[in-house]
């Protein structure tokens, strides 16, 4: 009787570990739909990323594109500011 009782033990462990994988909270068909949730979430944030990267760059261009326009714009069309004065300065030809 005792040899028989190990093996019924471990079929009987067996079939309580199995019924946790096809039934229990961490089952198969919740770990499928955390994957797929996972996958669905991975591909978010890498649209997420490259909307950020699309923003940084536009922001980064923004920043100095204002400058070199600000800059043209003083050179080529004398633009002051408020509370600037323009200076010209004129060579003369002798």
Do not use: Y
Not at 9 to 34: S, Y
């Amino acid at each position: 009787m005792a040899p028989r009782i190990v093996p019924v033990i471990l079929i009987l462990l067996l079939a309580v570990v199995h019924g946790q994988m096809w039934f229990g909270r961490g089952n198969v068909k919740r770990v499928a739909a955390l994957e797929q949730e996972l996958e669905q979430q991975r591909a978010d944030n890498a649209r997420a990323r490259l909307a950020n990267e699309q923003l940084n760059s536009e922001l980064h261009e923004l920043r100095t594109g204002l400058a070199m326009v600000e800059e043209k714009a003083r050179s080529e069309l004398g633009m002051v500011q408020a509370n600037e004065i323009f200076v010209q300065v004129t060579e003369t030809r002798d």
